[in-house]
């Protein structure tokens, strides 16, 4: 009898979770906690009964109790009860209460948030330092039972390697969001402060679930405005709403802020006037919002006003508002900047700029640096900054919204992205130490990403998108994390903990970015999309007002050959390396070639460790890039039975329109390159449908995200 209940229990929940009212719009995330297996489930019951707490109320706390009784209210087949006695319970355990005396050892100490999970004679123990670190403790049990994995391995302990983990959200005041792809900005700026919208919850907690403790709510080319009191105001009703989850609120500062709203007549660092301006400022968001994060800036960069204006330093205008700032906070200074001087090489000016100043940073300040030396390609080498600083705490910049790989309609999974930096070495002075070696580690260590979060329903613009966010919060606690056991268990989470599934799943998410570099940039190609709004091919662009921001600036074609060299013979970028790394980067031996066009320029029948001419080589990779994309539907659209229709059909959906997009880039960069090479394709490769001149005049001004 009481099996058969059981099983009726699990229909009833299965009909409810997968009835019209739970149809899956995506909007769970990762967070969906769908019935388990009526076996786990049992032993779910049997570890996690009831739920103790031991720990002083707060509204972590109530977070965290609210999370549990959520899922484990689906997984029980009734309510949560709490109960004082932690007999066979579950138990919140902070460990300056009497719970922690029983605990066997003291797993997971280390900084704020470590956490680890104990069995405990019948308990099973939450237990951590501080109460943030009770609500990861509860996510990581919460996505253990979601992959349904093995409850005799629950003896867990994690701590985060890198303290802040950051989304960067460039939403603009009136709504839209720089370089997004899911619809409009999360932030309602109207309608703050007096109304919150709900669903801001739901996105602390899918951040928090994560491990990601601080966001910076504005654009970096953000107006003054966000630093009048009524926005201040506004950011407070914000930062109140997500600092039951550990997240911690900084605003994007615009430099002149003291002439555009303070009457003043400079924005000079080294003035008097200017500093206790922004003082005076500092002290009343603080006053509003005592964990304020800090600033984060945008400082001489694509027409923002900074520092050099008044020929100050970047060093100087960092530390004038670290010192507004004090010990209350950090100032994070972004190192994407421009040569004044377009003749110095593009990838050499943030190295040019950032690294004599090494050593005159104050404490608070941490220098953003991204990934690559240019911006956020579908591949770069690492910025050769990271290494070259060792006296200044750097941050490590990712973009995980797609400005430059395909927007929200490609299928790109950027874990293997952001791990190809993370795991390169020879950076430093120590030849071993990693960019993770680097970023890691210290009380203003920092990852931060440009967000991918919109209005759209499933947040991200597309189911797969949600698997960016999720792996760079993965990524930026642990960067030593794997993409593959990242995708695993997205997967197992937001689809299903089905083995086929997710073998079927996960290698399709690691060859996509490649499969994106071989139809957009292959061989080491980059900046080759359509001027301001990226969005397809436009290798041919060469009338922008700065030469660097021209696509022919960067590929170099013409009749002879193709490539940047970047040689000692070129520009020499390749010396801002360490030369072991340099050494790597300049190797043709091996026939992947990643860099091999940003570092070399190549003629045309030059022979390739592949055994091809870099011509023929070009085209095969742009039809391994088509092909890759051909491969990944077939396998989508044979996984139909395995997944919920609405998702399945979505997904289905847009990689349709990606298979047609790749094609797209393929034909209009084999058209265009073929004009200046004039060779003839490779036999069984072939040619574009439309002339070049078709290409060349495609236009797409309601493009988004500009
Ligand atoms: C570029 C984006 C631009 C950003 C800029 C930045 O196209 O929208 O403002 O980076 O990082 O890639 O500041």
């Not at 619809?183 to 109207?190: L, P, Y």
Request: proline share 8%; charged share 20%; net charge negative.
């Amino acid at each position: 009898m009481r099996g058969a209940a059981t099983i009726l229990a699990f229909v009833l929940a299965l009909l409810l979770a997968t009835g019209p009212s739970r149809a899956e719009d995506g909007y769970d995330l990762w967070l969906r906690y769908r019935p388990l297996e009526p076996a786990y489930a049992k032993e779910v019951r049997q570890i996690a009964p009831a739920l103790s707490v031991d720990a002083p109320p707060g509204p972590t706390i109530d977070a965290a109790t609210a999370e549990l009784s959520r899922a484990l209210g689906i997984w029980l087949g009734h309510p949560l009860a709490l109960v004082p006695d932690a007999r066979e319970a579950l138990q919140l355990c902070r460990r300056d209460r009497p719970c922690a005396a029983a605990l066997p050892t003291l797993r997971g100490t280390g900084p704020p948030g470590s956490f680890g999970i104990d069995r405990v004679g019948s308990r099973t123990v939450i237990s951590a330092a501080d109460d943030i670190g009770l609500l990861y403790g509860s996510f990581a049990l919460l996505r253990h039972i979601q992959q349904q994995a093995p409850l005799n391995a629950l003896p867990q302990a994690d701590a985060p390697r890198v303290a802040i983990r950051m989304l960067d959200h460039w939403d603009n005041l009136d709504g839209s969001v720089e370089r997004g792809y899911a619809g409009r900005s999360i932030f309602q700026w109207w309608r703050l402060p007096g109304y919150v919208d709900p669903r801001l919850t739901d996105y602390a907690r899918a951040n928090a679930s994560v491990g990601i403790n601080a966001v910076a709510v504005n654009n970096v080319n953000a107006p003054a405005t966000f630093l009048t009191p009524r926005f201040i105001a506004k950011t407070r009703a914000l930062a109140d709403t997500l600092r039951p989850y550990g997240i911690r609120v900084f605003l994007s500062a615009r430099f002149s802020a003291p002439r555009d709203l303070g009457g003043l007549t400079t924005a000079d660092p080294l003035d008097p006037e200017v500093q206790r301006w922004w003082q005076t400022k500092a002290d009343e968001i603080y006053a509003a919002i005592p964990d304020f994060g800090g600033f984060l800036v945008k400082a001489n960069s694509e027409g923002q006003p900074g520092p050099q204006d008044y020929g100050r330093s970047h060093a100087d205008g960092a530390n004038m508002l670290a010192r507004a700032v004090g010990d209350r906070g950090i100032v994070i200074w972004r190192a994407f900047v421009y040569d004044p001087d377009p003749a110095v090489e593009r990838t050499m000016q943030a190295y040019n700029a950032f690294q004599p100043l090494d050593g005159q940073f104050d404490s608070n300040v941490v220098v953003q640096v991204k990934n690559g030396p240019l911006d956020f390609q579908p591949r770069e080498p690492v910025s050769p900054l990271f290494g070259a600083m060792p006296k200044t705490q750097l941050g490590l910049e990712l973009q995980i919204t797609k400005e430059y790989l395909g927007f929200s309609t490609h299928l790109a999974y950027l874990a293997p992205l952001f791990e190809e930096a993370l795991d390169t070495g020879g950076l430093g002075r120590d030849e071993r130490a990693t960019l993770a070696d680097i970023v890691a580690g210290g009380p203003t260590s920092l990852i931060a990403g440009i967000a991918n979060i919109g209005s759209d329903r499933n947040w991200s613009g597309s189911h797969f998108d949600q698997a960016n966010w999720y792996a760079f919060g993965r990524l930026a606690w642990d960067p030593t994390r794997s993409s593959d056991a990242i995708a695993r268990e997205w997967v197992a989470q937001s689809f299903a903990p089905d083995p086929v599934l997710i073998d079927a799943v996960v290698p399709m998410m690691l060859t996509s970015r490649q499969t994106v570099v071989d139809y957009m940039t292959p061989l080491g190609l980059a900046h080759l999309m359509g001027s301001d709004h990226h969005y397809g091919p436009a290798p041919w662009v060469d009338d922008l007002e700065r030469p660097d921001w021209n696509p022919v600036y960067y590929h170099r074609a013409d009749a002879d050959g193709i490539g940047f060299d970047r040689t000692a013979e070129g520009s020499n970028a390749l010396g801002q390396y360490p030369a072991g790394l340099a050494k790597a980067y300049a190797e043709e031996g091996d026939p992947a070639l990643p860099f091999l066009l940003w570092f070399h320029r190549k003629r045309w029948d030059d022979r390739l460790a592949t055994g091809r001419t870099v011509w023929d080589e070009l085209v095969v990779r742009y039809d391994r890039g088509v092909a890759g994309v051909d491969a990944m539907a077939l396998q989508w659209n044979g996984l139909r039975s395995r997944f919920d229709a609405r998702r399945h059909g979505e997904v289905a959906a847009l990689l349709a329109v990606q298979q047609h997009e790749a094609r797209w880039w393929r034909d209009a960069s084999i058209a265009y390159f073929q004009s200046l090479s004039r060779r003839p394709l490779p036999p069984g490769h072939a040619a574009p449908p439309y002339p070049l001149e078709w290409y060349r005049t495609q236009r797409f001004p309601e493009a988004p995200g500009i």
